[in-house]
């Protein structure tokens, strides 16, 4: 199982752009990366999933480069709503996904 | 579409007492899980079924925790007995066949505090 590296915290005003960056050096040929999000009380939801290159939804982006080692999560424009914890889960087929101690983000006004 | 459902919220009991935890997945979905989440760390599998056979039950504590998804539906989670360090939100999620690309959709878990 790929390990994952995050920053423990990160601190952001609204309207900025946050980028969260994921170290996974032992990632594997079929392993896709997933960013989940979770809200105090509540249960993780999911962002994002990529394989390769870069990934674009209606929430956030996700790059990734050619090598795969490491990959970024970007919120554009935050919003105090934002504040939550964020994990990079990697995973492939028939690997389960594990999740590390995640990046707390706090979005001020 | 109706998200996956828990029960209890929230149960405090006392240590050395037993405790169930219920989870009724979203409908169609094959795969249910089971994850345990400790303040301040993320959430760690227990166990995974696939229909009503366990896939994984690696990090199950089994000499204290049991699971069972019987018609491939609903399962629960039971603790017997419960130990302090039991105290954690218990979470449940469903997925539509259970490969690690899927999405998985968590519900709002159940808050235990073992006294």
């Known amino acids: 199982l790929a390990k994952t590296t995050q920053p423990i915290s990160m601190d952001s005003y609204e309207g900025q752009e946050v980028n969260i960056t994921c170290s996974h050096n032992n990632i594997a040929t079929n392993d896709y990366i997933t960013w989940y999000q979770q809200f105090p009380s509540q249960g993780p939801r999911f962002i994002i999933q990529?394989?390769?290159t870069k990934v674009t939804n209606e929430v956030a982006s996700l790059f990734i480069p050619a090598d795969r080692k490491s990959s970024t999560l970007s919120l554009p424009r935050v919003s105090l709503s934002d504040t939550a914890v964020y994990y990079c889960?990697?995973?492939?087929?028939?690997?389960?996904?594990?999740f590390g101690a995640g990046t707390i983000l706090r979005v001020k006004s | 579409e109706a998200g996956v459902a828990q029960s209890p919220r929230y149960k405090i009991i006392e240590k050395r007492q037993s405790v169930a935890f219920w989870c009724n997945p979203i409908s169609g979905h094959a795969t249910l899980y089971w994850y345990q989440q400790i303040l301040g760390q993320g959430p760690k599998l227990l166990i995974q079924f696939q229909n009503n056979g366990v896939v994984d039950d690696s990090q199950l504590p089994k000499d204290r925790f049991s699971a069972e998804r019987l018609k491939g539906v609903d399962s629960t989670l039971k603790i017997q007995p419960a130990k302090l360090e039991d105290s954690a939100v218990y979470l449940c999620?469903?997925?539509?066949?259970?490969?690690?690309?899927?999405?998985?959709?968590f519900g709002p878990g159940t808050r235990l505090t073992v006294l």
């Open positions: 999620a469903s997925s539509l066949v259970g490969r690690s690309t899927d999405t998985q959709y």
């Open positions: 990529g394989y390769k």
């Open positions: 889960l990697v995973g492939g087929y028939g690997n389960k996904l594990v």
